[in-house]
């Protein structure tokens, strides 16, 4: 290594994270992995290897059968008591925070190994809300944070992540325009209002709601695909002839990412089996027993995720069930999704709405809509948020890497501010 002193930019996402640092004075993704800019945030805490993959590769293990445990969507847990809690993977007693610092570990080993620099410092981006509760928005960062630490990292700084995304963007502004980053990401939705000025950019307001692509594969997931397997099923009692809905808590469990791991545990089975039992319709909540039995919970949350996409490129989205029983699908329409993501919509367009009140402008005074995040290419979310903001132009360059290279780009002045007594870009 031949730099201490080099600050890395990351950003940890949801479902992707990437990581990038400033050379010859312009924003350099750094590759992770082999194939692309962005890594999966994902682990996969392999059995018969006794390590954890992450990556592609964690990837590639659960979608192979290996025995193992698979985990997504860690990002979502930070801020609840949950990622303190110590559990058993591959013999050691760990808690979320370490997972996550395991994970930070990797990809700072890939970045120095990718660049020949060792990073003591990282500028990370952050969601301007992690929670709509200011208790568990501020124990998110100290979590985060502390990941970072137990990663290797000596010192962090945090940035708002469509702060950095404006910041990547501020060369598309000419003088007296206004900007509103639009930023979709699987967790979240963070929202900037910015316009150019000689020192980079000025930022007039920023907010945040806790409704990302994560939401989104859920509620595709409990509309489409939850039924098949008894969500709202009738239930009879042990005793007499009434019946009464199957619990929802465990549909809404296995539809949504970072909740699947935990329902395979020995009381969900074991609900399961007794919903079962009872069921009037058994064959589909007998397909919820054979999910958790057979942890199946991620391959199905994958063929939503996939059929979802496929949508909405404006053709019939596809499914694919097959895991759980051969020859189940269910079709979905372009109209369908935008359906059922409709309300999720409108709150992102509110949200959008009140950061530009924030920061005192009329929607129409915004000249430049500035998407980025993976779930900002849902066309429902343009189509919702486009005719609030009737004067402004719409900007998609690099939706999945905006973040990350605004975040390389502010590295080395978040220290250097730091370091001078002013104020690093941490909210």
């Not at 590759?31 to 890594?39: D, K, N, S, V």
């Not at 000596?154 to 930023?183: H, I, Q, S, T, Y």
């Not at 089975?269 to 054979?290: F, H, I, T």
């Not at 009140?357 to 290419?377: K, R």
Request: one cysteine or more; proline letters at 4%.
């Amino acid at each position: 290594m031949t730099d201490t002193g080099a600050v890395l930019g990351v950003d940890f996402g949801t479902s992707n994270s990437a990581a990038g640092t400033v050379r010859d004075g312009a924003a350099r993704l750094i590759p992770l992995e082999a194939g692309g800019e962005t890594l999966p945030t994902a682990v996969f805490f392999d059995v018969e290897t006794q390590k954890m993959l992450i990556g592609t590769a964690a990837g590639e293990a659960l979608l192979a059968g290996d025995e193992g445990r698979y985990m997504r969507a860690l990002k979502s847990l930070l801020g609840a008591p949950l990622m303190r809690e110590k559990r058993m993977l591959l013999g050691e007693r760990l808690d979320f925070i370490d997972i996550v610092a395991r994970f930070l570990a990797q990809l700072k080993e890939a970045a120095e190994a990718a660049t020949g620099l060792r990073f003591d410092r990282a500028l990370s981006g952050r969601p301007v809300r992690f929670h709509g509760d200011d208790a568990r928005n501020a124990q998110a960062e100290i979590d985060l944070r502390d990941a970072y630490l137990r990663a290797g990292f000596k010192e962090v700084r945090f940035m708002f992540e469509p702060e950095a995304a404006a910041l990547a963007n501020r060369d598309m502004l000419a003088a007296g325009d206004l900007g509103l980053v639009v930023d979709i990401g699987g967790g979240t939705s963070d929202f900037t209002v910015f316009r150019s000025d000689d020192n980079g950019i000025d930022i007039l307001a920023s907010h945040g709601v806790r409704v990302g692509g994560t939401d989104f594969d859920r509620k595709v997931s409990l509309d489409f695909v939850m039924p098949l397997l008894g969500r709202g099923s009738d239930i009879r009692h042990a005793f007499g002839g009434d019946t009464h809905a199957a619990p929802a808590t465990i549909f809404n469990d296995l539809a949504t990412w970072q909740k699947i791991p935990f329902l395979y545990a020995p009381d969900s089975r074991r609900l399961a089996r007794d919903l079962a039992q009872y069921a009037v319709e058994p064959a589909r909540l007998a397909r919820l027993v054979a999910v958790l039995e057979d942890e199946l919970g991620h391959d199905i949350a994958f063929a939503v995720e996939r059929g979802k996409i496929a949508a909405n490129t404006g053709r019939v989205g596809l499914i694919d069930l097959g895991v759980v029983e051969r020859g189940m699908d269910v079709t979905v329409a372009a109209a369908q999704i935008g359906a059922a993501l409709d309300d999720l919509a409108q709150e992102i367009a509110r949200a959008a709405l009140r950061t530009v009140t924030d920061a005192g402008i009329a929607p129409n005074g915004i000249t430049h809509l500035v998407f980025v995040g993976g779930s900002s290419l849902m066309g429902v979310v343009e189509e919702t948020l486009c005719p609030q903001f009737p004067g402004a132009a719409v900007h998609r360059g690099s939706a999945l890497t905006a973040i990350a290279d605004g975040l390389a780009l502010g590295a080395e002045a978040a220290f250097v501010l730091s370091e001078d007594g002013g104020q690093p870009p941490s909210p």
